[in-house]
């Protein structure tokens, strides 16, 4: 039943409309005199609007921080703006936050949370750090999502898949044996930026929301910006693209922040990138239809992954590398960390096949989150078998 209330809170139970509540936010107000003070005064006796102040007006010299529900996001950014209101965001994505300090909070011992960086826009970028032995920097795996924002399933199925891999861990032989060998890093919100644009403006916003000079279209995308045959074919030069590369490989903030943790621990074994939509699990390359050195492994570990995942509620994915699996694609997470040595490197495409594309319904969340993580973990205890 948690799990039930937390992703209708998370998602939302309709899939028409920017009113998908997809987290909260807390907003810090700047009061600077009496007539500002008048004016947020009128906010704050708003009963339609339900929000909640944390910090309450008190004096001009000190801002007042109010949680705004998600459905009331855009009725409060427009009040603040046609009012001269300054503010800023403190805390994005409510939900998500909460559950990752909850789950930190609740398995000290064995959960961290750590920041690898920020976003454009200065959001905070965070990991959980699924660990046995503290200090030691051992052969880890690394598990991303929401790299394109619009992709929403991606971020619920991560944030299930932490509490999954604690509630599991000392009870499942094989997530307690992976764990007693490597870390796990999961990286709920790759794209902070977009993320948030989705619930407050574009629900399809697929890129990040960087500036690019002398356009007016903004962002890139951050799964075609990673330094692997970079600007290469599956690309565009074209800032106002869907699949624009970006000026030069790592320009966008959070793609170099994921590569700077990853250089910096040098002990990734496995990268896997969870995206949607069309049920897919493929491995490099994206940028070339020639076949990776290790094509042959992957392409099993992969199968078996999609074997296990399709024994739960039946769903199929077609298995195989991205290149000739959907199209090419140049500039890739996967196809990055291949090149930098990570062997086992796959992408995922969840639920669902085209019926609801990106607006997956709510009530498909955590089926989809049971049946990934069974392919997951098929794919985890396979590099905890062949560590290299």
């Not at 924002?149 to 307690?176: L, N």
């Amino acid at each position: 039943m948690k799990w039930i209330l937390f992703f209708g809170a998370l998602i939302g139970l309709s899939i028409c409309g920017r009113e998908k509540f997809f987290g909260d936010q807390v907003f810090r107000i700047n009061v600077r005199n009496g007539d500002e003070s008048s004016k947020l005064s009128q906010l704050v006796n708003s009963d339609n609007l339900k929000l909640n102040f944390w910090k309450s007006p008190s004096t001009f010299s000190r801002p007042v921080d109010v949680l705004v529900p998600s459905v009331s996001l855009q009725s409060v950014r427009s009040f603040l703006k046609s009012q001269g209101l300054e503010y800023s965001v403190t805390i994005e994505d409510l939900q998500i936050y909460r559950e990752m300090d909850s789950i930190a909070r609740d398995f000290p011992a064995l959960v961290s949370r750590v920041k690898i960086g920020h976003s454009f826009e200065n959001r905070p970028m965070y990991v959980l750090k699924f660990s046995t032995a503290e200090g030691r920097r051992r052969p880890a795996i690394w598990l991303n999502a929401g790299i394109h924002s619009r992709e929403w399933i991606s971020q619920a199925t991560a944030i299930w898949t932490a509490r999954k891999i604690v509630s599991d861990y000392g009870k499942d032989p094989a997530i307690t044996s992976i764990l007693e060998k490597m870390d796990i890093f999961l990286l709920p919100v790759a794209n902070p930026d977009g993320y948030v644009y989705t619930q407050t403006q574009n629900r399809l916003w697929r890129k990040t929301r960087s500036l690019n000079p002398g356009s007016a279209c903004v962002g890139a995308d951050p799964n075609r910006n990673w330094n692997a045959s970079f600007a290469g074919e599956g690309a565009s030069d074209n800032p106002c693209s869907e699949i624009y590369h970006g000026p030069h490989a790592n320009s966008e903030v959070e793609v170099k922040s994921v590569v700077d943790f990853i250089q910096g621990h040098r002990n990734f074994k496995c990268f896997i990138d969870l995206h949607s939509y069309s049920q897919l699990l493929m491995y490099p390359y994206g940028y070339t239809i020639k076949k990776a050195p290790d094509a042959d492994e992957l392409d099993e570990v992969a199968r078996r992954a999609a074997k296990a995942l399709a024994s739960l509620s039946g769903t199929t994915y077609q298995v195989g590398p991205t290149c000739t699996t959907v199209y090419p694609a140049s500039g890739s997470s996967v196809d990055w960390a291949y090149d930098n040595g990570i062997k086992y490197a796959f992408t995922f495409e969840l639920r669902d096949t085209g019926h609801y594309g990106f607006l997956l319904p709510a009530n498909q969340i955590i089926p989809t989150a049971e049946e990934t993580w069974l392919g997951l973990k098929t794919i985890m205890e396979h590099v905890r078998d062949n560590l290299y």
